[in-house]
Antibody, heavy 120, light 108 residues
Framework: EVQLLESGGGLAQPGGSLRLSCAASGFSFSSYGMSWVRQPPGKGLEWVSSISGSGGLTYYADSVKGRFTISRDNFKNTLYLQMNSLRAEDTAGYYC?????????????WGRGTLVTVSS | EIVLTQSPGTLSLSPGERATLSCRASQTISSSYLAWYQHKPGQAPRLLVYGASSRATGIPDRFSGSGSGTDFTLTISRLEPEDFAVYYCEQYGTSPPTFGGGTKVEIK
């Protein structure tokens, strides 16, 4: 089955860290760029970060640049998001998503998301 | 960055009715790189339309996208019970990709 499954969300303190994972199955993972998109409670979707199929190219929203790091392990078919220096405004559901066409950042497969709450 | 404004915020309709959702951009979206997604609570978002008017794989033909420049529309010709959800547009022609605030289609 073609799917993405996120994990690693939870409660973190301001200034703390979390690492999200996204396990991919049912498609050739290394052939596709991947992204993280988040949704704060009661709000809309926000692109967070993207990575090329090889992992050699990474991109970040200004709001997370310098604090978050996207990476991937193509042997394990897994995408990661290392989140450091967390802030209350990072509280959101985090979705991983597949980019079907290189250079066109729309998303044809999404996971169900994992919730990150940043609070003391 | 490009700001997308979706209207209306909420659309109250009955099954079988036609739904027309609007997405307006703060500047021209290059190459009509505009996508539409359906999102239900607790589920993964689903791609409906990309390139403004191309239906994604497996999407019923009651869903259609149109528009260019700064004004785009998603039309659901006859609402089915499973179509009641939140719909988002996304532009990916200019970095960073941005999403609209969403339109909730609810049962009247």
């Amino acid at each position: 089955e073609v799917q993405l499954l996120e994990s690693g969300g939870g409660l973190a303190q301001p200034g703390g860290s979390l690492r999200l994972s996204c396990a991919a199955s049912g498609f050739s993972f290394s052939s596709y760029g991947m992204s993280w998109v988040r949704q704060p409670p009661g709000k809309g979707l926000e692109w967070v970060s993207s990575i090329s199929g090889s992992g050699g190219l990474t991109y970040y929203a200004d709001s997370v640049k310098g604090r978050f790091t996207i990476s991937r392990d193509n042997f394990k078919n897994t995408l990661y998001l290392q989140m450091n220096s967390l802030r209350a405004e990072d509280t959101a559901g985090y979705y991983c998503a597949k980019i079907p066409v290189a250079g066109q950042w729309y998303f044809d497969l999404w996971g169900r998301g994992t919730l990150v709450t940043v609070s003391s | 960055e490009i700001v997308l404004t979706q209207s209306p915020g909420t659309l109250s309709l009955s099954p079988g009715e036609r739904a027309t959702l609007s997405c307006r951009a703060s500047q021209t979206i290059s190459s009509s790189y505009l996508a539409w997604y359906q999102h239900k609570p607790g589920q993964a978002p689903r791609l409906l339309v990309y390139g403004a008017s191309s239906r994604a794989t497996g999407i019923p033909d009651r869903f259609s996208g149109s528009g260019s420049g700064t004004d785009f529309t998603l039309t659901i010709s006859r609402l089915e019970p499973e179509d009641f959800a939140v719909y988002y547009c996304e532009q990916y022609g200019t970095s960073p990709p941005t999403f609209g605030g969403g339109t909730k289609v609810e049962i009247k």
